[in-house]
């Protein structure tokens, strides 16, 4: 079985915050076309135990990475994690309740405020303030570190999905 692969294609060339922004978004794809045809049951298969990573984790987790990066670091809100008030990271990856419904339309309305926060800042060089770090952070920064933990857990992904039912790929 071979996943059909409709992801957008990253630029090989052009301005920095192009080839940014299309590396992001090819990552975001990448993900949901590893969880693309799974049931909910498949998406909370955890493949590797004692690990309880499963796809809906990671989908749940990337919410709270989006929010935590776009919205409360860039935009400088002051909204909870998306599955935790009290900012405990870990509470995404616990799904055993979650559906694909549920996970995906969180997912998917972070992804949508990550796009407007960039799209509306002027330049790579806004900044906002990083409290793990203590630190201020551009959007540069942020962008790089988004396609860092997408890459990363892509990889967790591949090996979740050929877990599930043998499908590989991309």
């Known amino acids: 079985m071979k996943i059909p692969d409709e992801r957008p294609v990253p ?3 052009g301005g920095e915050r192009e080839m940014l922004r299309g590396f992001l978004d090819y990552h975001r794809a990448t993900l949901a076309m590893k969880c693309e045809g799974l049931s909910d049951e498949q998406l909370r298969q955890r493949s ?5 990573l499963t796809l809906l984790g990671l989908v749940r987790h990337m919410a709270d990475v ?4 776009f919205r409360r ?7 909870p994690l998306v599955w935790s008030a009290e ?4 509470v995404a990856y616990d799904d055993a ?11 998917q309305a972070e992804v949508e405020h990550s796009r407007r926060i960039e799209l509306a800042a002027e330049t790579l060089d806004v900044t906002g ?5 203590d630190a201020d952070v551009s959007l540069r920064l942020v962008m790089l570190h988004l ?19 043998g499908v590989v790929g991309a």
């Not at 303030?129 to 770090?133: G, T």
Request: charged share 25%.
């Open 97 to 107: 309740d979650s559906t694909r419904a549920e996970a995906f339309a969180a997912w």
């Open 11 to 13: 630029p090989l060339t």
């Open 73 to 79: 670091v860039i935009n400088a809100e002051s909204v």
């Open 147 to 165: 396609i860092h933990e997408y890459a990363r857990h892509n990889g967790h992904a591949d090996f979740l999905r050929e877990a599930i039912d």
């Open 87 to 90: 900012g405990d990271y870990q």
């Open 66 to 69: 989006e929010r935590t990066w």
């Open 48 to 52: 590797s135990p004692p690990s309880t």
């Open 129 to 133: 303030y990083q409290a793990r770090w």
